[in-house]
């Protein structure tokens, strides 16, 4: 009954988003009434309440193990504990689907009331936000909907969650992620909206610009969980494949880079509106592609959704609706955009818009990536992919050409040009620094990879020039901006620690009986397995091996383990890792073999906690820069 | 009038030349870094250069894996024809008889050599090329 219910409130939420539309486009586009926009505003709101019920009766269906609901009997077990209970609803396409109109619904009921009460663009991003929610909304009752029922009698015992997913990483991941990806929609129907309007005197940067802000903080704390987690978890010892799914992911997380950038430009010295308006709808364009890539099943990758044309159709459709709207009013606008102000060459804008054409560079890659395999399948008929290679050497000239923008415009004024004077004067101690370290790194290792060191120099020449500015700042006083120091180290630590691991990090495969101690080499003088046995817990069987290493001089214990899921038969390795402060010891199980011995997998990762950290320093730049915005 | 042309032209030129540039960059690094997909007849078919790296895709054949130290030999099957496969490491979890396969790696001398095993996050995972196949079997 409370499934109906629940089912019933959301199909009443799109039949009143569509009341709303047609209320405002058919009878009264025109001649707008006093009491329209509060009407819909009231419509939209309890549209959006209705969704919010909804989905807390689908999550008490999921707590009190109602098997009776396809999708719960399929994603859910009665063993499972609560909590996983709740996130197995983000577990697969229909709930997932659900959540991410939960979380749409969500940031347009916060924007829309944060606006003023009659704010000239109130009514068209509303109405943008409706047809976008009506969209997805229908997409979900229509092809995906997750409150069917087994008829006549459920089942007495749900299929599972998939065991990977029974992490909680994975649990907030998706949350993370979706909260980043629809977060942009603002931006995007507030733009749509103005440019619609056509009064180009009206401010609009100050009114998306914190919500795109806290949306990307979302984005970015979703792809590193994504990351963390297939790191420790799918025991493959990498934390990014360039996977097509994960390349949807980063491609909005690039653009979202470039608008927040191209909005401090705009908002500093009055340059690129058009072109940050553009980035603007470019984002949630991306995010909607996303959606497409991932749940088409048009891209065979370890991510997607199961395979349904209809579904694929209809996503392909309605994202290229939407986003061609927005660009095509776009386009009928440009030319009453053009900014009066042209962008003086030397200034800090001038080195951030190149950063911005080169953010759009590496989209564009990513892009042609993701869909030349499908462009070559339809044409020739022959299967491709694109792999790490591809990836790295397009990003390898990219991120040197940033980095050197990057250490530039440290020094560089708004409105100002630099002369090259200045120019080689803060170019010149990181350049020297950066290269003289690059050097020891490639004296101290032996080892050579082009494209590591252009990483490793891009990195050290954005480090270098802040560690400048800091010095600068603690001993002359001079002025520096925190939110965005610590954003850029953050980036160029990521670029330089990355590098560093690929070219450090190496792996052993050993075959070694019960007992048995191995010699690995200079840094793994020994390495014993001691034990395993079989342990018994609540929803799988655990075989566990105990394994001490002597590593560096010091002794590690370590317990890698294989895991056998009851109900789906599934097998998971869990690796053990051990970390320090500069190296991960990952160790994985693999299998036995006739002889009684197991083989067993040692990787050395180095680095690996400070690509998390990187990470969380740029969240922490935008955090620091949203609140002192908030102060000043 | 004729000058402002000129100019305009050069700048078109210009854009022309440096896009035309940066779209030859990309594709030429597409096609050096491409893996082309083959099932095993396709393989067995088509003449495959030792140093050309290749996706090859199919079903475990049952009975067919031997482990040895941390090798790993078995043979690989799209029902027609078979191939024999060597892999030096621990195998994915879902790596099994019976079972899709994906794998990256050269054909030396009548033997694959798989660099990376891909095993999908589902059981019942196929490669779309031979769920076709078998179909017709």
Known sequence: MIGEIAHFLSLSAAVLLILILIFNVFFSFNKIHSNQLTLSLRLFNQACFLVFISFGMYIYLAISDDFSIVYIANHSN???????????????????????????????????????????????TLLMLSLIILGFMLFLLITSNPFERILPFGVIEGADINPILQ????????????LGYVGFVIAFSYITAYLFNGDFELQWEQDIKNWSFVAW???????????WWAYYELGWGGYWFWDPVEN??????????AFMHS???????????????????????????????????????????????ERGLYLLGFSGFISLLAMGIFAYRIPSLNSSKLVVIGSKESFLSMNNILMITSIFSIFLGVTYPLIIESISGDKVSIGPPY????????????????????????????????????????????????????????????????GIFSGLLILTSYFVRVINNLFNNRFINKGSAIAHIGLGLLFFVVSMNSILSYEKNLNISLDQTVAVDESVTAFSFDDIKVIKASNHDIISAEVSIRQDGKNVLLNPQKRKYITRGQITSESAIQATILKDTYLTIGDQLENGSWTFSLKINYFIKWIWISSALMVLGMLITIFKQKTS | MLQVRKNRLWKIFTIFLVSSGGVFLILFSLNSTLDLFYTPSEMLEADIKPEYRIKLGGMVKNGSIKRKGTATNFLVTDFVKEVPVTFNGVTPDLFKEDSGVVMLGYYLDGIFKAEEIFAKHDENYMPPELSFEEEKI
């Open chain 1, 217 to 227: 903080i979302f984005l970015t704390i979703g792809i590193t969980l994504g990351s």
């Open chain 1, 167 to 178: 992490d909680p990483a994975l649990a907030i991941h998706p949350p993370m992620l979706y």
């Open chain 1, 263 to 309: 909005l401090f430009a705009s908002s500093k010295s009055n340059v690129l509106k058009a072109w940050t308006m553009f980035l603007g709808i470019l984002i949630f364009s991306l995010s909607l592609f996303g959606a497409f890539i991932v749940r088409s099943g048009i891209i065979d990758s370890v991510h997607s959704f199961a395979n349904d044309p």
């Open chain 1, 78 to 124: 009665s063993q499972l504990p609560v909590f996983y209970k709740v996130t197995s609803i983000w577990s697969a396409h229909e709930g997932s689907m659900f959540l991410w109109i939960v979380f749409l619904t969500g940031w347009s009921i916060l924007f829309l009331n944060s606006l003023n009460k009659n704010h000239p663009l109130k009514r068209l």
């Open chain 1, 248 to 257: 949807v992911a980063l491609m909005p997380w690039l653009a979202s880079t």
């Open chain 1, 391 to 454: 990836y790295n050497t397009i990003f390898a000239p990219i991120i040197l050409i940033a980095s050197i923008f990057i250490m530039i415009s440290v020094d560089a004024a708004w409105q100002r040009s630099m002369s090259l004077r200045n120019i080689s004067l803060t170019a010149a101690i990181p350049s020297v620094f950066s290269l003289i370290i690059t050097y020891v790194v490639w004296y101290a290792t032996g080892i050579f990879s082009i494209l590591a060191y252009i």
